[in-house]
């Protein structure tokens, strides 16, 4: 692992995150936003492990699958709403969705 | 520059560009690809760092699960029927970029400054290797230290799963009322039932805020739920 | 200390209680019957202390109760304690005896008056508060009669009180008084703080030790009464209320705003006469305004045409006399007046009433003329009066104003006294211009409807009575000049230690006290009787030949004088400068307070925050846009904050 | 006879009225009504009891009890009556069945909620005059609160919601501000003495804790408390009584509560809860920070003797009845602060008999208002003229009230506002006699706006002048007698101008009798006189007012060894000495 140091994960992980808040915070399209929450999720991922990695502790690794499976259900939950949703009103436009304001 | 390092920008470069292309793409099926390519090259990078068993769950589990649920659903939904309004106002995209770039600028310094003061972890690599290879440890740590968490992760998915379930039911159920007519069957496209036929008769299923008559939103073509399916 | 004592305020005041509150149910007229007997029974009574003090030349006294606990409020010590000496006898004689005169009287003229009973109550009150007044020991006492009249006043002056003028004048009267009780009440402090009791008398009392105080707090606590005096006497700024005041029955003039209430000032500050008289600027300024009273006062009442506005104003012209005789530090010669214009003006004031009585109501006196034959008692009595009040040689007002004028100038204010003489003439002028035109010349009434006739007996009665010492009494009590009997009665007043004479003086001493006390020259005693003489008839025969005979025509006087007219006839504009700085501006800075202060100001902060809660949450609401994106982006910004101030502040906090 | 609760009885006996109310909703409303009146007359007689028998002949509080409540903070129920309390108590035993008596007919809505409310009030106001523990008086003064703002909103006329909210708010927050007072002072004795206590006794060092404490160096309170604490508590404390007192600035809800209220709630306000404030000044503010007291007593000289000319200026053109009397309340209320704040007997006494006086002559001007408003449903003073003729008892009941008020000698108003007057004055700061000839003022105004209100309602030529057949008045009356001119300019009268204008002429009978003018008096309905059960309630305070204006040394010696050791830390215990000093 030559001069691969934690900084490179680091930043590739930083890389990620950025892009996935980007995609969440430009996009209108829900499912544009999933996919970049989970891009996210992943860049943590990264990170974790890295540090896992370079701390000699194998809970960063462990606490990635517990990511996953916390990736998992979110998705399943989110695409469920997803599925409402189009059935109500067959537009997944976000700015539409403003139920929350009352 | 061994190989590792090579591999590491190479894997890197991929994943930073697919997940881009996630974000810009304009057709959603596209950044779902993107999202599947860019997660390998993730799975890649974990076999860098000696998460092997972490790389296996990346591929099967994320990217063969999560990702394939995600087609699944794009498909299912018709994504070019569905309307695209993909540009949010101006300021709010301005904003974004803003916040974006300063977060990275923070985490660059964090990156660049930062030193590791954690504590050391008890598993060096070599310990590693002595506990007979990455999963075997993750196999050990997990059921021994982590026990509690694991069970709480599996009712986590238990509730998602529970949740996904009755999500995806017709209202006709949840409302009680028996509708003889239209069954659904996971096999029809739209998921259409008897709501949007209640709902044009002004009979509102469920007392929603008025958002104006469903499908008024001008898309050119006939209004998704109720032109199908009959 | 003697124990009956109390059955001369008492007595009235069973009288008030019984009228109220079984008048109602009284058969027919007999309401007065109570008010007549508690009046008989008090005059019996203060007859008999009157004697019981002429005897033994010792004031008599009884403390009924302790009206402020000393030990509860830090040494102020009031006992309700009846006090009677001379002074007081001559005061409660006037006020019981031609009080029961009028009770009498009232019979007739309130006969058939729907509120028989209440009028009689009021009446019974009033003598009651003005016993009290009379009667007290101490400035609080005398403070409670003070008011208590006033409030008699006002129920009597409104007696009518659906006229709208009379409960005007009732509240004006009250208001006004209330102004002079405000200088009383100043002035009891600043006693108070001075001597450390408002009893007048004994060792520690404040008569007693007047010595040791400085001159400028016995000059304020002077003035102070004397506000209150004004405010009771109807005296210089504040005499606009007495003339409104007719606005009540007649024997209420008579009774309260002749002979007794309006004394009560000049009672106080004879009784107080120690203290004036170590105040010598108060009683400086006690002269100037009585002078300017008496002065202003006749002039207005040369041009009324009420029969009683005339007489008003000859009361408080008068009261001027008093009060600046007792300015002049002629103090037995004021109370001498005092008591003859009791009864002479309580006279007159009967003398209108059975007048108006037999003119159905009507007071103007143009409207009045040649009434000599149809009401001869009244007619009579009313001349009596009448010479007495100018003061027609050896009636009782000649005494009593020449003692007055004499004084005066022996006293060394020569000046006052030929002003006192101008007025002298001028009261006569108008009193006669009075009884010329009521009972002179041709009737001036279209006889079908108004048939003049002589009042009853219960009427007539009374002004028998009260002419006879009209006439006599100056001569009983006023001989010889300036050491008559008044001033051997009232002399130990104002020798002893305040009525305090020890065991030994007797009737006798007093007399030889009287004699070697400073005399007037013999010159000044027959200059000032033929001075009033002379003055007294000039006015007369002007009177005759104006009203008289009509020989100069009182229009072409009017006109001639039209200036002067116009200032006496508006009353000297008095009402109206009260109205213009007093009570107008008044009324409008209460109206401003309530507008703008506390509607405005005051409600306007509060409402104002209540408002300022209201728009702020209505604000903050708008936050909340519902879009997700929307909070996507605030959770980012969140982040990005928290990591830059970690960043910023970070290693201090984990210096720590 | 010591160890009956007895205190706790007085305080819990209307909570057993409620009870039972509350228990029985089959009770219909006169049952009810009954019921509430037993229960607080019962009350009554048993605060009767107290007064019997020479238990206030010390300082000491009488018929204590006192155990703990909550032990951790320290908090104790501590119940104990000293002259000045057992005075205020009886006022409230004495108003509360008055009050309900006089609500019989008008209360018809929510019966058994209003007497509930009532005897819950009831409670509130006794437990806050006989608890001697900061929490616990703070607990009693809020519950009095909540069934006040409940009855004026509920039961009060049109804008009561407004009023309601607006008079629990301000109170609220003056009592919020109480507070953090007590928790500043529990905070402070605690951390000087180790000591977790809220006993008045103890805190005021009243008791001989301090001597106990012996701690080094601190004699006087100056010590104990340091002044700028005692500054920020006590005008903490002094806001939240001044709120209820109500003094000048923070007046502005009474006039609103009371023109809402309802007879009953009214009486109430003005006779108990306006007592309130000016107890709590007494029974806290002096005995606790005595230092602070002393430093800002000319600023709240200065602030009473506004109050006092400002109520009674504001009150002259009121054109509400109501409204006229609680601006009225506010300027008679302004004599207890001017009272209490010059620090000598005589001024506390009278302070005190003005509470007193005020308690019956205003609660009875209240009941007055009341029972015509129950008649005309309308309380514009505009609306009413010639009262006497119509209903004479009512106007002479109402003309002894007037008199009352406004502070005649021989009535207990006088009694109370002399003494206030004659202790400021004899107090040795200028600014004292200076805001005591200021304040001697309003005996002028207020005989101008209540005589003023009584000539317009109760004087006036009222429709049922005994005419003849021919319209000629009998007796002298005349029944057209419309304008009368020459009295009218001159009269000290403010509202001349837009009265019907004078008929020229100098002489008012002489220019009435031929002015045969229309009727152009307003319709004065014939309304009934007062009945045996108003009368009931308007006699005994008519007679309390008299007897004690005549004789009050009973009253003043019920009051002298409390308020004498309330004045201890002021002229080193030589309360009732120094003549005049």
Redesign the interface.
């Known amino acids: 692992m030559g001069e691969l140091t934690l900084g490179h994960f680091l930043t590739l992980s930083a890389l990620l995150f950025v892009i996935g808040m980007l995609g969440v915070l430009t996009r209108k399209n829900i499912l544009i936003i999933f996919m970049s929450i989970e891009l996210m999720l992943n860049a943590v991922n990264v990170s974790l492990i890295a540090f896992g990695r370079y701390l000699d502790s194998i809970a960063g690794q462990i606490f990635a699958i517990f990511v996953i499976t916390i990736a998992a259900a979110e998705a399943a939950i989110g695409l469920g709403l997803i599925l409402v949703l189009t059935r109500r009103q067959d537009s997944v436009d976000v700015t539409s969705v403003s139920l929350l304001k009352e | 520059m061994d190989w590792a390092t090579i591999i590491f920008y190479l894997l890197a470069a991929v994943a930073v560009l697919t997940a881009a292309g996630v974000v810009f793409a304009r057709n959603p099926v596209h950044s779902a690809f993107a999202l599947v390519i860019s997660f390998l090259n993730v799975a890649g990078i974990y076999v860098l760092l000696g998460a092997e068993f972490l790389a296996a769950v990346q591929v099967i589990v994320y990217t063969g699960a999560i990702l394939v649920l995600f087609l699944f659903v794009i498909m299912l939904v018709r994504p070019e029927d569905l309307r695209e309004l993909n540009t949010a106002p101006r300021v709010q995209t301005a904003l974004a970029w803003l916040l974006g770039l300063a977060l990275f600028a923070e985490l660059g310094l964090v990156i660049a400054t930062g030193v590791l003061t954690g504590a050391r972890g008890p598993y060096p690599p070599e310990e590693v290797a002595a506990a007979g290879g990455n999963t075997q440890l993750i196999g050990r740590i997990l059921y021994s230290e982590f026990l509690l968490p694991f069970e709480v992760a599996s009712l986590v998915l238990l509730v998602a799963v529970v949740a996904a379930v009755i999500l995806g039911l017709p209202d006709r159920f949840l409302t009680g009322e028996r509708a003889r007519g239209l069954s659904l069957s996971l096999g029809h496209p739209t998921g259409a039932d008897r709501v949007l036929e209640a709902e044009r008769r002004g009979v509102p299923a469920v007392d929603a805020p008025d958002l104006g008559e469903p499908g008024t939103i001008d898309t050119g073509r006939a209004p998704v739920g109720a032109g199908r399916g009959r | 200390m003697e124990n009956w004592l109390f059955l001369i305020p008492l007595m009235p005041l069973l009288a008030f209680a019984f009228d109220?509150l079984l008048g109602r149910r009284f058969p027919g007229k007999w309401a007065h019957a109570p008010a007549w007997i508690a009046m008989a029974v008090a005059f019996v009574v203060s007859l008999l202390a009157v004697l019981r003090v002429a005897r033994t030349g010792e004031p008599v006294s009884q403390t009924l109760?302790?009206?402020?606990?000393g030990?509860?409020?830090?040494?102020?010590d009031i006992p309700f304690t009846i006090f009677i000496d001379q002074l007081t006898s001559v005061m409660i004689l006037i006020i019981t005896g031609i009080g029961f005169l009028i009770h009498i009287y009232s019979a007739g003229y309130m006969g058939?008056?729907?509120g028989y009973y209440r009028f009689f109550a009021y009446l019974s009150l009033f003598v009651f508060a003005m016993l009290v007044l009379v009667l007290g020991d101490n400035f609080?006492v005398m403070?409670?009669g003070w008011?208590?009249v006033g409030?008699c006043s006002?129920l009597l002056i409104?007696y009518?009180?659906?006229?709208?003028?009379?409960?005007?004048?009732?509240?004006?009267a009250?208001?006004?008084n209330?102004?002079g009780?405000?200088g009383f009440?100043?002035g009891?402090?600043l006693l108070?703080?001075t001597f450390?009791t408002l009893s007048f008398f004994g060792p520690e009392g404040i008569f007693a030790n007047l010595a040791g105080k400085g001159e400028g707090v016995l000059t304020a606590i002077g003035l102070l009464l004397f506000v209150g005096a004004m405010g009771k006497s109807a005296q210089g700024p504040l005499t606009?209320w007495l003339?409104?005041a007719m606005?009540g029955p007649t024997p209420v003039s008579a009774l309260i705003h002749a002979a007794t209430m309006v004394t009560a000032g000049v009672y106080m500050m004879v009784r107080a006469h120690a203290l004036y008289e170590a105040a010598p600027v108060a009683l400086l300024v006690v002269l100037i305004v009585g002078l300017a009273t008496c002065f202003i006062a006749a002039t207005i009442g040369l041009v009324q045409?009420?029969i009683k506005r005339v007489m008003a104003y000859s009361t408080v012209s008068q009261l001027g006399y008093m009060v600046f005789a007792v300015g002049a530090g002629a103090f037995i010669p004021a109370i001498f007046h005092l008591m003859t214009h009791a009864f002479f003006k309580a006279l007159l004031f009967l003398g209108a009433g059975s007048v108006i009585h037999g003119m159905h109501?009507?007071?103007?006196m143009r409207?009045m003329g040649g009434l000599r034959r149809s009401m001869p008692i009244t007619y009579a009595t009313l001349v009596a009066g009448s010479l007495a009040l100018a003061g027609f040689p050896l009636t009782a007002g000649f005494f009593s104003k020449d003692e007055i004028l004499v004084g005066t100038w022996f006293e060394g204010y020569p000046l006052a006294a030929i002003v006192g003489w101008i007025v002298a003439f001028m009261t006569a002028f108008y009193t006669f211009r009075m009884i010329f035109l009521t009972f002179h010349g041709q009737p001036r009434f279209d006889p079908e409807h108004v048939h003049p006739h002589e009042s009853p007996p219960v009427m007539t009665l009374p002004l028998i009575a009260l002419a006879i010492p009209s006439l006599l009494l100056g001569i009983i009590v006023g001989l010889p000049a300036e050491a008559g009997p008044i001033h051997q009665w009232l002399g130990p007043v104002f020798e002893g230690g305040g009525g305090h004479a020890d065991a030994a003086r007797t009737m006798a001493v007093a007399v030889a006290a009287a004699e070697e006390a400073h005399h007037p020259p013999a010159w000044l005693t027959v200059g000032g009787f033929a001075a009033s003489t002379l003055l007294s008839l000039a006015g007369i025969a002007l009177a005759w030949l104006m009203y008289g005979t009509g020989r100069i025509s009182a229009q072409a006087m009017g006109r001639r004088f039209a200036g002067l007219y116009a200032l006496f006839?508006n009353?000297w504009y008095l009402?109206?400068i009260?109205?213009a700085l007093i009570?107008?501006p008044?009324?409008v800075?209460?109206?401003i307070?309530?507008k703008w202060?506390?509607a405005g100001f005051?409600?306007g902060i509060?409402n104002g925050v209540a408002h300022l809660t209201g728009g702020v949450s209505q604000q903050l609401r708008k936050v909340?846009?519902?879009?997700?994106?929307?909070y996507?982006?605030a959770i980012?910004?969140g982040?990005?904050i928290i990591?830059?101030v970690y960043?910023l502040l970070g290693p201090q906090f984990l210096a720590r | 006879m010591e160890n009956i609760p007895i205190l706790s009885i007085i305080t819990y006996l209307p909570l057993l009225g409620v009870l039972l109310i509350f228990a029985l909703p089959r009770m219909g409303a006169d049952a009810t009504r009954w019921t509430a009146l037993g229960v607080s007359l019962v009350t009554f007689l048993v605060s009767l009891l107290l007064l019997g028998g020479n238990a206030f002949g010390t300082a000491a509080m009488q018929f204590e009890e006192n155990f703990l409540w909550l032990p951790g903070v320290g908090v104790r129920y501590h119940l104990g009556v000293d002259g000045l309390s057992i005075l205020l108590v009886v006022l409230t035993t004495l108003l509360t069945p008055l009050s309900i008596a006089a609500s019989w007919t008008s209360i018809d809505r929510r019966v058994r909620e209003f007497h509930i409310a009532m005897l819950l009030l009831e409670t509130g106001v006794i437990g806050a005059f006989v608890s001697l523990d900061l929490v616990l008086f703070y607990v009693f003064f809020e519950l009095s609160l909540i069934p006040m703002a409940l009855i004026i909103g509920v039961w009060g006329s049109s804008n009561r919601v407004y009023a309601a909210i607006k008079f629990f708010l301000y109170t609220l927050a003056g009592s919020l501000l109480m507070l953090v007072a007590i928790v500043a002072t529990y905070q402070r004795y605690f951390t000087l003495t180790g000591r977790r206590t809220l006993d008045l006794m103890e805190l005021s060092l009243r008791s001989p804790t301090l001597q106990e404490l012996n701690l080094p160096g601190i004699t006087t309170t100056a010590q104990f408390y340091p002044l700028q604490f005692q500054y920020l508590v006590f005008a903490a404390f002094f806001i939240a009584f001044a709120i209820k007192v109500p003094m000048f600035p923070v007046h502005t809800w009474l006039p609103d509560a009371h023109t809402e209220a309802p007879t009953a709630g009214s009486v109430m306000l003005a006779g108990v809860m306006l007592k309130l404030g000016g107890y709590g000044m007494l029974r806290f503010c002096l005995p606790l920070y005595p230092d602070a007291a002393r430093f800002f007593a000319p600023a709240i000289m200065v602030l009473s003797t506004i109050a006092i000319i400002y109520g009674a200026l504001v009150a002259l053109p009121q054109p509400d009845w109501k409204r006229l009397v609680a601006y009225s309340s506010v300027s008679h209320m302004g004599f207890v602060t001017l009272g209490i704040f010059a620090f000598n007997q005589q001024a506390l006494q009278g302070a005190v008999m003005v509470m007193f006086a005020h308690g019956l002559n205003t609660a009875a001007l209240f009941l007055l208002v009341g029972f015509i408003y129950e008649r005309a449903h309308t309380r514009q003073i505009g609306a009413f003229k010639g009262l006497s003729t119509t209903m004479p008892v009512y106007a002479s009941i109402f003309l002894a009230f007037t008199f009352a008020s406004i502070g005649l000698p021989g009535m207990t108003g006088f009694v109370g506002e002399f003494n206030a007057l004659m202790g400021a004055f004899r107090s040795p700061s200028q600014l004292d006699k200076g805001a005591a000839i200021v304040s001697t003022l309003v005996v002028i105004l207020s005989a101008w706006y209540m005589l003023w209100l009584f000539q317009r309602v109760a004087q006036g030529r009222a429709e049922g002048v005994i005419a003849d057949a021919h319209g000629h008045g009998v007796n002298g009356h005349d029944p057209h007698a419309s304008a009368d001119p020459a009295t009218q300019r001159a009269g000290l009268d403010p509202h001349f101008t837009h009265e019907e204008p004078p008929a020229g002429g100098d002489d008012p009978r002489a220019a009435r009798r031929d002015t045969h003018g229309a009727h152009d008096e307003p319709h004065a309905t014939r309304w009934a006189d007062v009945n045996r059960r108003e009368l009931a309630t308007l006699v005994p305070l008519l007679a309390l007012t008299i007897v004690f204006g005549f004789y009050p040394a009973p009253i003043f010696r019920l009051l002298t060894p409390a308020l004498a050791a309330l004045l201890a830390p002021f002229d080193g215990g030589a309360a009732a000495a120094a003549l005049g000093r």
């Open positions: 109220l109760w302790r009206w402020m606990p030990a509860d409020l830090g040494g102020f058939h008056d729907p609080l403070f409670f008011e208590g409030l006002y409104g009518w009180f659906d006229r709208r003028s009379a409960g005007d004048a009732a509240k004006k009250f208001i006004v209330r102004v009780d405000f009440l100043i009891m402090f108070f703080t450390g606009v003339p409104d606005e045409n009420d109501e009507e007071q103007d409207k006839y009353k009402d109206d009260y109205q009570v107008a008044l009324d800075l209460a109206r307070l309530w202060v506390d005051i409600d509060v909340q846009t519902g879009v997700v994106s929307n996507a982006l980012a910004l982040t990005v990591v830059g960043l």
